[in-house]
């Protein structure tokens, strides 16, 4: 039998998009404007009376009945910020930021990256997690840029 542990691995995607990057950073900085974009959200929700900023708290219920909290702890306006699953993954740990960084007038590049840590389960089970939410980020991020460059 597969021994089952602990994993930490990391997820990082970056995407080009043609428009100005305020334009992007308007899109993902709306924390609850996710069934817009990301992959399979039924709904977000905030659980906070903040709405931006460090301390904003959401809640994303997924097509599968699968809920999802989220906490900002790190927000740069314009450039990026992070955020921590604190319910509804398979992990003890999960860490990402969304950072946008401007290339030319319309052309903006963001970069989605994550840190995580598993609960127990085998070497197996983790890296197809791992496989799952690159997979995930990358179909996310394509439908982020089709919504930004129509």
């Known amino acids: 039998m597969a021994k089952k542990s602990f994993h930490t691995g990391t997820v990082k995607k970056t995407i080009k ?24 959200v039924k709904k977000t929700v905030y659980l906070s009376k903040k709405k931006t900023d460090v301390g904003a708290v959401r809640l994303i219920t997924f097509e599968d009945g699968n809920q999802i909290e989220e906490h900002v702890v790190a927000w740069k306006k314009g450039e990026y910020f992070t955020y921590v699953a604190t319910e509804g993954l398979p992990l003890r740990a999960y860490v990402a930021t969304i950072s946008v ?32 939410m690159g997979a995930f980020y990358e179909a996310s991020l ?7 460059e129509k």
């Open 17 to 40: 998009i043609k428009v100005a990057k305020d334009k992007v950073w308007k899109k993902v900085s709306n924390i609850v404007g996710l069934p817009t974009w990301l992959v399979d």
């Open 101 to 132: 960084k401007s290339k030319s007038k319309n052309l903006t590049e963001l970069t989605w990256q994550s840190y995580l840590n598993s609960e127990k389960m085998t070497e197996k089970e983790f890296l197809d997690f791992i496989v799952f």
């Open 142 to 148: 394509e439908n982020l840029k089709a919504s930004l």
